[in-house]
């Protein structure tokens, strides 16, 4: 057979199954016979499709090829751009996957499920003390409706003291769900342009906050990858406006245990969770946008809550300021247990440690780019 170096290596593209059938051949073995003989009953035997007839070593690897398409942990980095994504731990993958978990119905009575339910007690009780946030409620299924959820609480909160406000002020650098999201909660946007470093200038914060405001949105660090460092001066702002402060929180794996969000002024918080907190998420998938609030807003955080009594969990809608539920049952409960298991795994040290190096690696890459041009 001739062979030309270099194109003999793997190859990920086969025939149709149907062109390389061959009458006769065949995908299995049967033990040896150890019954007698019978002549099979005409009526049982009837035309079946038009499968190919192939060999055993041919289904086999037509499957495990069909397999090594799937795109995983074991063949390459899982990649996205504008947040901040990192290695995703397969043990996390592998916890999920218990079948206490996986085998656990939405419509459980609450007696069958409290293995469950701790955990995601205790779930929010982590992320509330990673933040540096009161209450947490785990139920958005992605950081959109996280931050949608918020517009909500947001709203609420000012409805509440009488003027739910009209206007919103929005960063030129915001992700394009950020006005999106307040759009739909029928709050106009107005960009708030950053300053020559790149970031946002209490100046022109002051300039735009007015009583009509609702309060800010921001990213923190932003989407250029820059640390806001006025946040604090802007928050004084906009709270002396009676605005209230969000921070959109996708990049968060910057700043787990060395920023606190409520000391620098934040009302309000989204994760994601398929970001921060371990669930490959590359190519779209579920994933689970939990929002963190300042006591103020905790009356109006969605409903079912995870209420915890004598050392039992139930599901609660005894929340009569709730904005409401915002999907049928919890959200997507599977990425809820592999950030759990992240958080345990890695430990507050290793939480800091991982936000450390996130940044050390972003700056290595910003400054060999800048070395490049
Ligand atoms: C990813 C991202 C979002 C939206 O989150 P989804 O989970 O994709 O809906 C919002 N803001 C920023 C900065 C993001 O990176």
């Known amino acids: 057979m001739k062979e030309t170096i270099g194109t003999t290596g793997l190859i990920l593209n086969e025939p149709l199954l149907w062109e390389k059938g061959c009458n006769g051949r065949i995908g299995y073995s049967l033990p040896r016979q150890d019954v007698p003989s019978q ?21 086999v690897r037509h499957y495990t090829r069909l397999s090594q398409w799937n795109y995983g942990v074991d063949s390459g980095m899982y990649p996205l751009g504008s947040c901040t994504m990192k290695y995703n731990p397969k043990t996390n993958e592998r916890q999920a996957a218990l079948p206490g978990f996986t085998g656990a119905h939405p419509l459980l009575p609450e007696d069958l499920c409290q293995g469950t339910l701790e955990l995601l007690y205790d779930l929010q009780q982590y992320l509330a003390e990673i933040t540096g946030m009161d209450a947490v ?16 609480l947001i709203h609420a909160f000012h409805k509440s003291k009488g003027n739910p406000r009209s206007k919103i002020l929005v960063p030129d650098t ?18 708030v342009k950053s300053g020559a470093e ?19 949105m921001i990213t923190n660090p932003n989407t250029l990858g820059l640390f806001e460092r006025h946040v604090k001066e802007i928050a004084a702002i906009v709270h002396g406006k009676g605005g209230l402060v969000y921070c959109d929180g996708a990049n968060m794996n910057a700043l787990m245990g060395i920023v606190d969000m409520a000391a620098i002024g934040i009302d309000v918080l989204h994760l994601n969770l398929h970001k921060t907190f371990s669930t490959p998420h590359g190519g779209g998938g579920p994933g689970c946008g939990p929002v963190c609030v300042r006591e103020h807003l905790e009356p109006f955080l969605p409903i079912p809550r995870i209420i915890q009594k004598n050392g039992k969990f139930s599901l609660s809608e005894d929340f009569p300021e709730s904005i409401g539920r915002l999907h049928a049952f919890f ?14 795994s890695m430990g507050p040290d290793h939480l800091k440690k991982a936000s450390q190096l996130a940044v050390l690696n972003a700056n290595y890459v910003n400054t060999d780019f800048r070395g490049a041009i």
């Open 39 to 59: 002549p099979l009953n005409a009526e049982w035997v009837c035309d079946g499709p038009d499968f190919p007839d192939l060999s055993e070593v041919d289904v």
């Open 137 to 152: 409620s785990l139920q958005p299924a992605a950081g959109a409706q996280g931050e949608f959820t918020r517009m909500l």
């Open 174 to 191: 915001a992700h394009g769900t950020n006005p999106a999201s307040a759009a739909l909660c029928g709050y106009r946007s107005v960009a």
């Open 198 to 216: 790149g970031v946002l200038t209490p100046e022109t914060v002051a300039q735009l906050m007015d009583e009509e405001t609702a309060g800010i």
């Open 331 to 344: 959200g997507n409960v599977g990425v809820m247990i592999k950030a759990f298991s992240y958080i345990l």
